[in-house]
């Protein structure tokens, strides 16, 4: 695949269905992406509720209802979506602005625990150009959030870069940094083959609470108590674990509602982190702005993008 250079909004070609198991639920769950019209956005749909409680469920950080071990998207004690970060990370790195997820439970499926059979499917369906501009979040000043011993910053940047830094006292992860500027191939070739993990001493309290009752080394890289992977193939990166939270990061921040213009700086990371520091950027006008992109031609037949001042969308009034 070549870098791709998108100016406009884009949908799917066709229909997307896949299926598999919930890494929290242990449940099957089948998902279908739909193609969507101008503006729409990426929305969640629960096609297994009764009528009367299906709702929309914008992919927005107003909608995050909770942010333990996954993102959370509706009312956890209601209608809601889980663990969408994976999906959202494909979609909005591959350029997919609009689209509607049907979904027959409450979790979206972990498939391998990465994101390659979000992207493989999105590759095969294709995009389908729309006729008007992408949006894009521009951000305009430095902002910064801490939380404890972590914290997460956006700093102004051309294009769209992650600094992502991990730190855990287990000597087969200890400290590790992804740094790169995020386009469709680099999210392909770097990210989104990078899986979910997790330690083996944490099992039994994740199952009390609820959590990981679908998780298996089909989905997640385990780490048992002598620190070591149990998983028979091993790892697919030398540092699988900093650009699986990376990855994370990616799929968080895509509910800013489009793709950020800007570079996004964390430390010892998370979902809510994550959700905390784009709450934090939002929260200010003047952190930031909304724009579109037109191609600017240099010399030979390079083309870049730049940013340019873009109207106020339907989805921002709310």
């Not at 939002?282 to 930031?288: I, Q, V």
């Not at 031609?297 to 339907?314: D, K, Q, Y």
Request: aromatic fraction near 6%; proline fraction near 3%; charged fraction near 25%.
């Amino acid at each position: 695949m070549g870098t791709e250079v998108s100016t406009n909004q884009n949908t799917l070609k066709e229909r997307i269905d896949l299926s598999g198991v919930g890494v929290h639920s242990g449940k099957p769950v089948t998902i279908s992406l739909l193609p969507a019209d101008l503006d729409t956005g990426i929305v969640f749909q629960r096609s297994d509720v009764d009528l009367h409680e299906q709702a929309d469920i914008p992919a927005i950080v107003s909608s995050v209802g909770a942010t333990d071990l996954c993102t959370v998207l509706g009312d956890p004690a209601g209608v809601h979506v889980k663990t969408v970060e994976h999906l959202m990370a494909a979609l909005v790195a591959l350029h997919v602005d609009n689209v509607i997820i049907e979904v027959d439970s409450a979790e979206i499926p972990v498939m391998d625990g990465s994101s390659e059979i979000f992207v493989e499917a999105i590759d095969q369906a294709g995009l389908k150009t729309q006729g008007r501009s992408r949006r894009y979040l521009r951000v305009l000043k430095e902002v910064r959030f801490a939380m404890g011993a972590s914290w997460g910053e956006f700093t102004p940047h051309d294009g769209t870069r992650y600094e992502v830094e991990i730190d855990f006292e287990e000597e087969i992860i200890g400290r590790q940094k992804f740094c790169g500027d995020l386009t469709p191939d680099v999210f392909r070739q770097d990210l989104s083959r990078a899986r979910t993990f997790g330690f083996m001493k944490d099992v039994e309290r994740y199952w009390a609470a609820g959590f990981a009752l679908g998780s298996s080394l089909d989905n997640s890289v385990v780490i048992c108590d002598d620190n070591k992977i149990i998983n028979p193939e091993g790892l697919r990166y030398s540092d699988e674990f900093v650009r699986h939270k990376t990855l994370d990061a990616v799929g968080d921040l895509a509910l800013a509602g489009g793709q950020i213009l800007g570079c996004y700086r964390s430390y010892r990371g998370g979902h809510k982190l994550n959700a905390m520091a784009l709450q934090c950027l939002l929260a200010d006008p003047s952190n930031y702005e909304w724009t579109s992109v037109e191609p600017v031609v240099r010399s030979g037949a390079r083309v870049e993008l730049r940013a340019v001042n873009a109207p106020t969308f339907a989805a921002d009034k709310s």
